[in-house]
């Protein structure tokens, strides 16, 4: 995951593969984001000593992929919110599409070095059961889709807690500005029709609904 790699796409989300890159894009830099800015910010003057050091180089890799995940479950859910009035009747087919999407980009990265076996699939499961839910109840607003793991990814910045005890706030809004952006792009990029169909399409080609 680099940072030129999530600069905005010109062209339209309309088909799976561009889904699975916008979201695998998005996720990455509001993860890389917070987690960066965030640790350069809390270690002021000594950050660029302490980003040479190698143990908590291996922290902060850690942090980044624990971390994806949780960020990849935000813009899923914010994607079916985009997508669930386009559905329309077929809104179950087009979430069993979008879980597919999911899998797709969690299939495209190794199990990172030292995580368990499972680690992917445990993701890719728990993002589902969300996605799930959501279709369950009103679409929340955008800005409060971070707060259900804000909790969870800001235990895991690589800062010890003494030093962060009062900034959960903080993470907790740039995450939140950082979802409502990818949002925003979301909305000026997808062809929230064709997209929708192909979600279905997806769907029903594995045996869904």
Sequence with gaps: MGLLDFLPRKRAVADMPELADFMD????????????????ARSGTLSSKLFKE???RAALEETRWRNYPLAL???AVM???????????AA???REGLIAAVGDVCGRYPVPEGFEADFWRVAQERIARRVWQAGLAGPHAIKDIPKETAREF??????????????????????RVNLCRAHEEFLG????????????????????E
Excluded: W
């Excluded at 079916?80 to 009747?89: I, M, N, Y």
């Excluded at 029709?193 to 045996?207: E, Y």
């Design 25 to 40: 894009k998005r996720a990455a830099f509001i993860t890389q984001k917070c987690v960066i800015e965030y640790a350069r």
């Design 54 to 56: 190698p143990a908590f």
């Design 73 to 75: 479950q935000s813009i």
């Design 79 to 89: 994607v079916e919110h985009a997508l669930r009035r386009e559905a329309g009747e």
């Design 92 to 94: 179950g087919a087009m």
């Design 154 to 175: 800001f235990e895991r910045l690589p800062i010890h807690p003494d030093l962060r005890s009062y900034d959960f706030e903080l993470v907790t809004n740039n995450l």
């Design 189 to 208: 990029a997808a062809d929230l029709s064709s997209l929708s169909r192909a979600l279905v399409g997806r769907s029903q080609a594995a045996g869904g």
